[in-house]
């Protein structure tokens, strides 16, 4: 089972790293980042500021990006190209196809985020021309941007199993969206009474919560984010990515494929 | 035990707005194949042949029945180890080399990490792509990828290997090689289950054929004696009517047109026959011997007549 | 392909020319709509709430855009020389909500915000509030208390407002003595020079914004000048205890030993005696905040 697994997460890694659209994307954040330093002449006194915040963003955002644009075609393309009757008639079970490709985008992603973190920390040396432990601390960020992949692309995945990749990408990212403001939505749903209620509650907890995992200005102005809301919010992600993930699996499980 | 053994498979697809409407893609399928034979799977376009190998693959499932291959139901993972499956104009990870491809399918298939490579270098000049080095799939011409299905379908050296079209868009020497590959699997006791619509393949490899036919199994048969039911029969062509009667003993069919008889007669009797029309001073036009064609067969079987359970 | 090869080259120096005529008459589009043109646009401003949204969480990035807006609205008024700022405090409230510890956002907002035209929007009282809205939410921070006092004292005139809050600042830690000296100046309840320049000292050290460093050293220069001019003004009368005469030229008070030489002014011009005694400075020009102190 092991060894299905690793070669199917290796190879999702290996297709998504031949990809070269990932390329672009990656090429513009580091572009993104580099300039960064001129827009904060503009805005004076705050140039480390403006670096922080543009890396830390475009990591996150541009992260989230990528599993959406890989993810919907994860499982759609191989339904599509048929690339899957040749695994199916192996010992594959379906299960371990979709955690294997669930794992490969998680790993591409979690690289990708390696990589500009590098170059972001580079642009942070040349601005400011030394490091401090200050800027140690701005990895919680990109820990908690890894926290929002593991969810973002768990969701993903969940839609290309049934769904084509366009309706995929539109769920995937109204997902996103309402994420980020999943405070609103618990607002509303402790203002509202009866089934609405009960509905906006549900709601609030089965979208992802990605408001709670966006700590980018509290780490831009050295604010300490407490070791129980780190370990709490870790939890959380991976429940909730098991969850969605196990969804998948579900639907994919006993579905005819064309 | 039967190497594959199916009862009453049978897939229906809903169509229609409510997905109401129940189109039988295959009627209830009763088969057996046994060990080391070369089983044909022949049927029309869209007779159900892929459906099939899609409900035995696991890639759809039944309405109704059964199958177990090598003793095993067919949906256990484990039997997977011991089959191989080329699919009907197959497409691989086109960012893929040819090794690599076959590397992850030899992980999947549970092939032991030591050896494989060899084993890889050794399948690709089998099947005649030795030198394709690190070329990229996508850059393989459909003949290439043929051969690198079937390298795929045996790279773990399974017992039941199946095949949809193998032959399919090949040119004639592609066709030929294939052919080749496919006697040399069934030379090392491979039991192979091939679908096609091209008889004359069938004929040459197969050791049993089934005929399928609007998803209906319509007649299943061993190919040297469905072959022999229609050999050894000669058609003769003259010029003179009249010598007719004195061969009619030896015609099991006959036709005139004006001055020119168009005789069947078997092919033990041809010389008496050629010896009497000599006599009547008929001239002949030509003799021909006919070999019995599967075609005969599959065209008798696909033509509406009541199904034959095998 | 001798029929596409020879409609290339036409066919790309068309897509140049038209290219080029198209910019030149989008800038005479831009330059018909006039200078005032993108104030229409930008007055429709979403509310804080809005942009929380849809910055899908990126709330200090947009806090640093949106800061970077007001800096730059800010500057082409200022360079305007315009009496009207309308926009500014909405701005530096959106920036503001959006990173609450944006801390240059309240320290050089409330001072854009706090001067009179055309140097600033002439609203001390909402530049007050930011502030207050900056002490609330960084509370460590005790320079923002300075900034307040600063406010307090020199534009909304209000000294006990300045003493308060010159003394909630020295009470934080860290804050520096100077804190509890000023809240004992404002407890005099009057304007002197003295106080002023040591005010807008500290925001010429503190700031980094180049506009707000040019205007404290405005300041300075004429308060200086104010400074001067009083100083000098006494010597005057002086003299005239003295020999019973209003001097006629500096010459006069250095024979008495009233002057060393010839007094001169920031800018390093001499001042000026006119007949009844009275000092000016050469070039008023270079000192536009002269005489906004009365003579102690």
């Not at chain 2, 040459?204 to 319509?218: Q, S, Y």
């Not at chain 3, 949106?66 to 730059?72: D, G, I, K, S």
Request: proline letters at 5%; aromatic letters at 10%; one cysteine or more.
């Amino acid at each position: 089972m092991t060894s299905r697994l690793s070669a199917i997460t290796l190879n999702t890694f290996r297709e998504a790293v031949r990809d070269r659209v990932l390329y672009n994307l990656v090429l513009f954040v580091l572009l993104l980042v580099a300039t960064a330093p001129l827009f904060g002449q503009i805005s004076i006194d705050i140039e480390r500021l403006v670096l922080v915040n543009v890396g830390l963003s475009s990591i996150s955002l541009f992260g989230v990006i990528i599993a959406i644009f890989i993810g919907i075609g994860l499982v759609s393309k191989e339904i599509e190209k048929r690339t899957l009757y040749t695994i199916l008639c192996r010992p594959v079970r379906r299960w371990e196809f979709i955690v294997g490709k669930y794992c490969g985008l998680v790993m591409t992603l979690v690289v990708n985020a390696t990589l500009m973190t590098v170059g972001f920390y580079v642009a942070l040396l040349v601005t400011a021309h030394h490091l401090t432990a200050s800027d140690a601390r701005l990895l919680v960020a990109v820990y908690f941007a890894i926290l929002e992949f593991l969810m973002m692309t768990a969701v993903t995945l969940l839609f290309s199993s049934f769904s084509t990749p366009i309706f995929s990408a539109l769920f995937a990212f109204a997902l996103f969206v309402i994420g980020t403001f999943a405070d609103d939505l618990r607002n509303f749903a402790a203002a509202s009474q009866g089934v609405i209620g009960l509905i906006l509650t549900a709601a609030a907890y089965v979208v992802p919560n990605f408001a709670s995992l966006n700590v980018i200005s509290q780490v831009a102005h050295d604010q300490p984010v407490p070791g129980n809301v780190v370990l709490f919010n870790t939890l959380y992600a991976l429940l909730y990515s098991a969850a969605v993930t196990a969804g998948a699996v579900l639907i994919f499980e006993r579905r005819n494929l064309k | 035990m039967h190497a594959i053994e199916i009862q009453g498979l049978s897939k229906n697809y809903f169509v229609g707005f409510w997905k109401k409407w129940a189109l039988p893609a295959l009627k209830p399928l009763d088969l057996t194949v046994e060990s080391g034979e070369t089983f044909g799977f022949l049927g029309p376009n869209g007779a159900g042949k892929t459906t099939t190998l899609k409900l035995l693959m696991g890639i759809i499932f039944p309405t109704a029945g059964a199958a177990r291959v090598l003793g095993h139901d067919f949906h256990d993972p484990e039997i997977k180890h011991k089959i191989g499956f080329l699919p009907e104009q197959p497409y691989f990870y086109d960012y893929l080399s040819a090794p690599e491809l076959l590397d992850y399918y030899a992980q999947l298939s549970g092939v032991p990490s030591a050896g494989r490579k060899q084993r890889i270098g050794a399948l690709l000049e089998r099947v005649g792509l030795g030198d394709v080095g690190k070329k990229q799939l996508r850059k393989f011409s459909k003949g290439m990828l043929q051969r690198v299905g079937i390298a795929q379908a045996i790279i773990h050296n399974p017992e039941v290997i199946f095949l949809d079209e193998p032959m399919s868009g090949l040119d004639p020497l592609g066709r030929h090689e294939v052919r080749d590959l496919i006697q040399g699997l069934k030379d090392e006791g491979k039991t192979i289950f091939f679908s096609t619509h091209i008889l004359s393949d069938a004929e040459a490899l197969c050791d049993r054929v089934a005929v399928i036919h609007k998803g209906e199994l319509r007649g299943v048969g061993v190919v040297n004696d469905l072959r022999s039911s229609s050999a050894g029969k000669t058609e003769v062509i003259w010029q003179g009517a009249h010598a007719l009667a004195a061969v009619v003993q030896y015609a099991m069919e006959s036709h005139v047109t004006g001055d020119t008889v168009r005789v069947i007669a078997q092919t033990e009797s041809l010389d008496p026959l050629l010896d009497r029309l000599r006599q009547q001073q008929a001239r002949l036009v030509s003799v021909t011997p006919l070999h019995g064609t599967l075609e005969e067969y599959f065209l008798s079987k696909t033509s509406e007549q009541e199904p034959v359970r095998a | 392909m001798k029929a596409t090869r020879t409609i290339i080259t036409p066919a790309a120096l068309l897509l140049a020319a038209l290219f080029t005529a198209s910019v030149f008459s989008l800038q005479k589009v831009e330059a018909l709509r006039g200078k005032e043109a993108t104030l229409e646009e930008v007055l429709y401003l979403p509310s804080a709430k809005t942009l929380k949204r849809l910055s899908l969480g990126y709330t200090g990035l947009l806090a640093d855009i949106y800061w970077t807006r007001a800096v730059q609205y800010f500057g082409s008024k200022h360079g305007q020389h315009s009496t009207r700022y309308d926009l500014l405090d909405p701005l530096l409230e959106i920036t503001t909500d959006l990173d609450p510890h944006l801390i240059v956002a309240y320290q050089d907002g409330s001072l854009f915000l706090s001067q009179p035209p055309p140097w600033g929007a002439g609203q001390p009282d909402k530049a007050a509030a930011l502030l207050e809205k900056g002490i609330r939410n960084n509370p460590e921070y005790w320079r923002m208390y300075f900034t307040l006092g600063f406010v307090h004292y020199l534009d909304r005139h209000d000294f006990k407002a300045a003493q308060k809050a010159f003394e909630d600042g020295a009470n934080v830690p860290g804050a520096l003595p100077f804190m509890r000296v000023m809240a004992a100046k404002m407890a005099e309840n009057a304007e002197d020079i003295g106080t002023a320049i040591t005010l807008w000292q500290g925001v010429f050290e503190t700031t980094k914004d180049k506009m707000v460093r040019d205007t404290a050293v405005k300041h300075l220069d004429s308060l200086r000048a104010d400074a001067g001019i009083a100083e000098l003004e006494r010597r005057i009368k002086l003299y005239q205890e003295k020999t019973g005469t209003l001097p006629e030229t500096w010459a006069d008070m250095v024979r008495v030993g009233l002057l060393r030489g010839i007094p001169l002014d920031p800018s390093g011009a001499p001042f000026e005696l006119t007949p009844d005694g009275a000092v000016q400075v050469r070039d008023p020009g270079k000192f536009p905040f002269l005489g906004q102190f009365e003579k102690k």
